[in-house]
Protein backbone atom coordinates (compact mmCIF):
# COMPACT_ATOMS: atom_id res chain seq x y z
CA UNK A 1 0.00 0.00 0.00
CA UNK A 2 2.88 2.29 0.33
CA UNK A 3 3.71 2.60 -3.01
CA UNK A 4 0.10 2.95 -4.17
CA UNK A 5 0.08 5.75 -1.82
CA UNK A 6 3.70 7.17 -2.93
CA UNK A 7 2.12 7.01 -6.84
CA UNK A 8 -0.67 8.88 -6.21
CA UNK A 9 1.23 11.27 -4.01
CA UNK A 10 3.63 11.76 -7.36
CA UNK A 11 0.26 11.74 -9.59
CA UNK A 12 -1.79 14.65 -7.45
CA UNK A 13 2.10 16.53 -6.99
CA UNK A 14 2.23 15.88 -11.28
CA UNK A 15 -1.49 17.30 -11.91
CA UNK A 16 -0.96 20.65 -9.98
CA UNK A 17 2.15 21.93 -11.86
CA UNK A 18 0.71 20.92 -15.00
CA UNK A 19 -2.87 22.23 -14.55
CA UNK A 20 -2.46 26.07 -15.02
CA UNK A 21 -0.53 24.86 -18.65
CA UNK A 22 -2.99 22.99 -19.56
CA UNK A 23 -6.50 25.38 -18.70
CA UNK A 24 -4.47 28.45 -20.55
CA UNK A 25 -3.68 25.98 -23.61
CA UNK A 26 -6.83 24.93 -23.76
CA UNK A 27 -8.58 28.63 -23.93
CA UNK A 28 -6.36 29.60 -26.26
CA UNK A 29 -6.71 27.10 -28.46
CA UNK A 30 -2.79 26.12 -28.38
CA UNK A 31 -1.29 23.38 -29.92
CA UNK A 32 0.03 22.42 -26.47
CA UNK A 33 -3.64 21.52 -25.42
CA UNK A 34 -2.79 18.18 -27.54
CA UNK A 35 1.01 17.49 -26.40
CA UNK A 36 0.79 17.67 -22.91
CA UNK A 37 -1.86 14.71 -21.72
CA UNK A 38 0.57 13.22 -24.05
CA UNK A 39 3.59 13.73 -21.88
CA UNK A 40 1.65 14.10 -18.42
CA UNK A 41 0.65 10.06 -19.56
CA UNK A 42 4.33 8.94 -20.34
CA UNK A 43 5.20 9.93 -16.90
CA UNK A 44 2.37 7.95 -15.10
CA UNK A 45 2.77 5.37 -16.78
CA UNK A 46 6.56 5.40 -15.89
CA UNK A 47 5.18 6.18 -11.92
CA UNK A 48 2.82 2.94 -12.15
CA UNK A 49 5.39 0.89 -13.90
CA UNK A 50 3.37 0.06 -17.26
CA UNK A 51 5.57 -1.41 -20.00
CA UNK A 52 4.42 -0.76 -23.17
CA UNK A 53 5.64 -2.72 -26.02
CA UNK A 54 4.30 -1.82 -29.92
CA UNK A 55 3.85 -3.94 -32.97
CA UNK A 56 3.25 -2.16 -35.90
CA UNK A 57 3.07 1.53 -35.84
CA UNK A 58 0.16 4.44 -35.40
CA UNK A 59 -0.67 5.60 -39.24
CA UNK A 60 0.16 9.50 -39.45
CA UNK A 61 -2.63 9.93 -41.75
CA UNK A 62 -4.94 12.72 -41.35
CA UNK A 63 -8.10 12.35 -40.46
CA UNK A 64 -7.60 9.64 -38.40
CA UNK A 65 -9.99 7.33 -36.91
CA UNK A 66 -8.90 4.36 -34.30
CA UNK A 67 -10.94 1.18 -33.47
CA UNK A 68 -9.88 -0.39 -30.24
CA UNK A 69 -10.94 -3.08 -27.56
CA UNK A 70 -11.17 -2.05 -24.09
CA UNK A 71 -10.02 -3.52 -21.14
CA UNK A 72 -9.26 -1.04 -18.08
CA UNK A 73 -8.48 2.55 -16.85
CA UNK A 74 -5.25 1.80 -17.78
CA UNK A 75 -6.33 1.73 -21.45
CA UNK A 76 -6.12 5.92 -21.43
CA UNK A 77 -2.80 6.24 -19.59
CA UNK A 78 -1.43 3.51 -22.44
CA UNK A 79 -2.91 5.20 -25.35
CA UNK A 80 -2.08 8.30 -24.50
CA UNK A 81 1.32 7.76 -23.64
CA UNK A 82 2.36 6.52 -27.18
CA UNK A 83 0.96 10.15 -29.54
CA UNK A 84 -1.30 12.75 -28.44
CA UNK A 85 -4.85 11.67 -29.27
CA UNK A 86 -8.59 12.41 -27.59
CA UNK A 87 -11.00 9.54 -26.71
CA UNK A 88 -15.04 8.74 -26.70
CA UNK A 89 -16.45 8.00 -23.75
CA UNK A 90 -19.99 7.46 -22.08
CA UNK A 91 -21.88 10.73 -20.56
CA UNK A 92 -21.46 8.93 -17.14
CA UNK A 93 -17.22 9.53 -16.83
CA UNK A 94 -17.89 13.17 -17.02
CA UNK A 95 -19.41 13.39 -13.40
CA UNK A 96 -17.17 10.86 -11.67
CA UNK A 97 -15.01 12.90 -9.16
CA UNK A 98 -11.75 13.50 -10.36
CA UNK A 99 -11.60 11.44 -13.12
CA UNK A 100 -14.20 13.36 -15.01
CA UNK A 101 -12.54 16.27 -14.50
CA UNK A 102 -8.99 14.55 -15.75
CA UNK A 103 -10.99 13.29 -18.82
CA UNK A 104 -12.21 17.09 -19.66
CA UNK A 105 -9.30 18.26 -19.19
CA UNK A 106 -8.30 15.64 -21.86
CA UNK A 107 -10.62 17.01 -23.88
CA UNK A 108 -12.92 13.23 -23.88
CA UNK A 109 -15.69 13.90 -26.65
CA UNK A 110 -18.71 12.46 -23.90
CA UNK A 111 -21.55 10.58 -25.29
CA UNK A 112 -24.74 8.63 -24.06
CA UNK A 113 -25.11 4.95 -25.71
CA UNK A 114 -28.63 4.83 -24.42
CA UNK A 115 -29.82 7.63 -26.10
CA UNK A 116 -30.34 6.75 -29.65
CA UNK A 117 -30.93 10.51 -30.75
CA UNK A 118 -28.50 11.78 -29.47
CA UNK A 119 -25.84 9.35 -31.94
CA UNK A 120 -26.11 11.78 -34.88
CA UNK A 121 -24.87 14.42 -32.69
CA UNK A 122 -22.38 12.60 -30.96
CA UNK A 123 -21.28 11.29 -34.60
CA UNK A 124 -20.96 15.26 -35.67
CA UNK A 125 -19.31 15.88 -32.74
CA UNK A 126 -16.50 13.18 -33.52
CA UNK A 127 -16.00 14.84 -36.83
CA UNK A 128 -15.55 17.69 -35.91
CA UNK A 129 -12.69 16.96 -33.71
CA UNK A 130 -11.67 14.75 -36.55
CA UNK A 131 -11.39 17.54 -39.21
CA UNK A 132 -9.91 19.49 -36.51
CA UNK A 133 -6.93 17.75 -36.29
CA UNK A 134 -7.38 15.09 -33.90
CA UNK A 135 -6.66 11.46 -33.93
CA UNK A 136 -9.76 10.25 -32.02
CA UNK A 137 -9.83 6.50 -29.98
CA UNK A 138 -12.98 5.08 -29.99
CA UNK A 139 -13.60 2.23 -27.54
CA UNK A 140 -16.12 0.35 -30.38
CA UNK A 141 -17.17 -3.18 -27.82
CA UNK A 142 -19.22 -0.04 -26.00
CA UNK A 143 -17.39 -0.96 -22.43
CA UNK A 144 -14.84 -2.95 -21.35
CA UNK A 145 -13.96 -6.86 -21.10
CA UNK A 146 -11.57 -9.25 -19.41
CA UNK A 147 -8.91 -8.30 -22.14
CA UNK A 148 -9.05 -12.02 -22.87
CA UNK A 149 -12.22 -12.30 -25.23
CA UNK A 150 -13.16 -8.99 -27.77
CA UNK A 151 -16.62 -8.09 -27.54
CA UNK A 152 -18.52 -7.60 -30.91
CA UNK A 153 -17.71 -4.28 -31.90
CA UNK A 154 -20.82 -1.57 -32.52
CA UNK A 155 -21.34 0.36 -35.55
CA UNK A 156 -23.04 3.33 -35.02
CA UNK A 157 -20.38 5.90 -34.51
CA UNK A 158 -18.79 5.29 -37.11
CA UNK A 159 -21.12 7.12 -38.83
CA UNK A 160 -18.50 9.89 -37.68
CA UNK A 161 -16.43 9.09 -40.66
CA UNK A 162 -19.34 9.82 -43.10
CA UNK A 163 -20.21 12.74 -41.35
CA UNK A 164 -16.17 14.15 -41.32
CA UNK A 165 -16.16 13.89 -44.70
CA UNK A 166 -19.60 15.78 -45.46
CA UNK A 167 -18.98 18.40 -43.92
CA UNK A 168 -15.41 18.86 -45.25
CA UNK A 169 -13.86 20.79 -48.38
CA UNK A 170 -10.46 19.53 -47.97
CA UNK A 171 -10.96 15.58 -47.28
CA UNK A 172 -12.46 13.10 -49.73
CA UNK A 173 -11.05 10.23 -47.23
CA UNK A 174 -10.90 9.50 -43.52
CA UNK A 175 -8.50 7.15 -42.70
CA UNK A 176 -9.36 3.93 -39.93
CA UNK A 177 -6.76 1.79 -37.96
CA UNK A 178 -7.59 -0.74 -35.51
CA UNK A 179 -5.87 -0.96 -32.46
CA UNK A 180 -5.56 -4.12 -30.22
CA UNK A 181 -4.80 -4.11 -26.28
CA UNK A 182 -3.58 -6.66 -24.94
CA UNK A 183 -2.57 -7.00 -21.06
CA UNK A 184 0.05 -9.68 -20.86
CA UNK A 185 1.57 -9.80 -16.96
CA UNK A 186 1.26 -8.14 -13.67
CA UNK A 187 4.75 -8.15 -11.29
CA UNK A 188 6.52 -10.64 -14.04
CA UNK A 189 3.50 -12.68 -13.54
CA UNK A 190 1.44 -14.19 -16.78
CA UNK A 191 -1.99 -12.47 -16.98
CA UNK A 192 -4.38 -15.96 -17.02
CA UNK A 193 -7.75 -16.15 -16.71
CA UNK A 194 -7.41 -16.54 -12.50
CA UNK A 195 -5.05 -12.61 -12.54
CA UNK A 196 -7.51 -11.14 -14.95
CA UNK A 197 -9.44 -9.07 -12.67
CA UNK A 198 -6.32 -7.71 -11.22
CA UNK A 199 -5.57 -5.51 -14.09
CA UNK A 200 -8.99 -5.68 -16.52
CA UNK A 201 -11.63 -3.30 -14.52
CA UNK A 202 -14.82 -4.42 -15.92
CA UNK A 203 -18.16 -5.90 -14.90
CA UNK A 204 -19.15 -4.48 -11.33
CA UNK A 205 -15.76 -3.90 -9.89
CA UNK A 206 -15.44 -0.68 -8.29
CA UNK A 207 -12.94 1.79 -9.32
CA UNK A 208 -11.03 2.56 -6.67
CA UNK A 209 -10.10 -0.67 -4.81
CA UNK A 210 -9.12 -1.74 -8.71
CA UNK A 211 -7.31 1.42 -8.96
CA UNK A 212 -5.39 0.70 -5.55
CA UNK A 213 -4.94 -2.65 -6.35
CA UNK A 214 -2.75 -1.97 -9.40
CA UNK A 215 -1.12 0.98 -7.88
CA UNK A 216 0.23 -1.72 -5.12
CA UNK A 217 1.34 -4.73 -7.55
CA UNK A 218 4.27 -3.16 -9.67
CA UNK A 219 5.00 -3.08 -13.33
CA UNK A 220 2.23 -4.30 -15.85
CA UNK A 221 3.23 -5.36 -19.44
CA UNK A 222 0.99 -4.48 -22.36
CA UNK A 223 1.30 -4.81 -25.72
CA UNK A 224 -0.38 -1.95 -28.26
CA UNK A 225 -0.91 -3.73 -31.88
CA UNK A 226 -1.87 -1.52 -34.99
CA UNK A 227 -3.49 -3.16 -37.60
CA UNK A 228 -3.67 -2.04 -41.29
CA UNK A 229 -4.46 1.72 -41.76
CA UNK A 230 -7.27 2.18 -44.72
CA UNK A 231 -8.77 5.02 -46.02
CA UNK A 232 -12.55 5.14 -46.56
CA UNK A 233 -14.66 7.77 -48.39
CA UNK A 234 -18.59 8.75 -48.14
CA UNK A 235 -19.44 5.66 -49.89
CA UNK A 236 -17.59 3.25 -47.36
CA UNK A 237 -19.73 1.51 -45.40
CA UNK A 238 -20.04 1.92 -41.54
CA UNK A 239 -20.75 -2.18 -40.59
CA UNK A 240 -18.25 -3.12 -42.90
CA UNK A 241 -15.78 -0.76 -41.75
CA UNK A 242 -16.47 -1.89 -37.77
CA UNK A 243 -17.20 -5.46 -38.99
CA UNK A 244 -13.10 -5.72 -40.30
CA UNK A 245 -11.84 -3.55 -37.63
CA UNK A 246 -13.16 -5.98 -35.05
CA UNK A 247 -11.67 -9.10 -37.28
CA UNK A 248 -8.42 -7.32 -37.04
CA UNK A 249 -8.26 -6.67 -32.99
CA UNK A 250 -9.33 -10.14 -32.06
CA UNK A 251 -6.63 -11.18 -34.50
CA UNK A 252 -3.37 -9.10 -33.07
CA UNK A 253 -4.83 -9.52 -29.32
CA UNK A 254 -4.88 -13.48 -29.77
CA UNK A 255 -1.65 -13.21 -30.90
CA UNK A 256 -0.24 -10.58 -28.75
CA UNK A 257 -1.98 -12.99 -25.65
CA UNK A 258 0.06 -15.99 -27.19
CA UNK A 259 3.38 -14.08 -26.44
CA UNK A 260 4.02 -14.01 -30.43
CA UNK A 261 6.87 -12.27 -32.03
CA UNK A 262 6.23 -8.72 -32.71
CA UNK A 263 6.96 -9.72 -36.13
CA UNK A 264 5.29 -12.47 -36.75
CA UNK A 265 1.94 -10.78 -35.42
CA UNK A 266 2.62 -7.56 -37.88
CA UNK A 267 3.26 -9.72 -40.74
CA UNK A 268 -0.02 -11.87 -40.06
CA UNK A 269 -2.03 -8.55 -39.38
CA UNK A 270 -0.48 -7.02 -42.77
CA UNK A 271 -1.40 -10.64 -44.85
CA UNK A 272 -4.85 -10.40 -44.00
CA UNK A 273 -7.97 -9.78 -46.42
CA UNK A 274 -8.10 -6.00 -46.82
CA UNK A 275 -11.40 -3.96 -48.21
CA UNK A 276 -11.03 -2.53 -50.96
CA UNK A 277 -9.23 1.11 -51.00
CA UNK A 278 -11.59 4.37 -51.64
Not at 162 to 179: D, E, I, K
Request: glycine share 6%; hydrophobic share 50%; proline share 4%.
Amino acid sequence: MIRALSILLAFATLTLVLLPFQLAAMALGLRLQRTLPHCYHRILCALIGVRISEVGTRSTASPALILSNHVSWLDICVISALSPMVFVAKHEVARWPVFGWLARLQRTIFINRQARHQTGAASREIAGRLLGGDAVVLFAEGTSSDGIRVLPFRSALVGAVHHALGNSTQHSHVTVQPMSLAYRSLSGVPLGRGLRQRVAWYGDAELIPHLLAVLASGAVDVTVSWGAATAHDRSADRKAITRDAERSVRRMTAAALRHAPAAQALAAEQLRPRPAQA
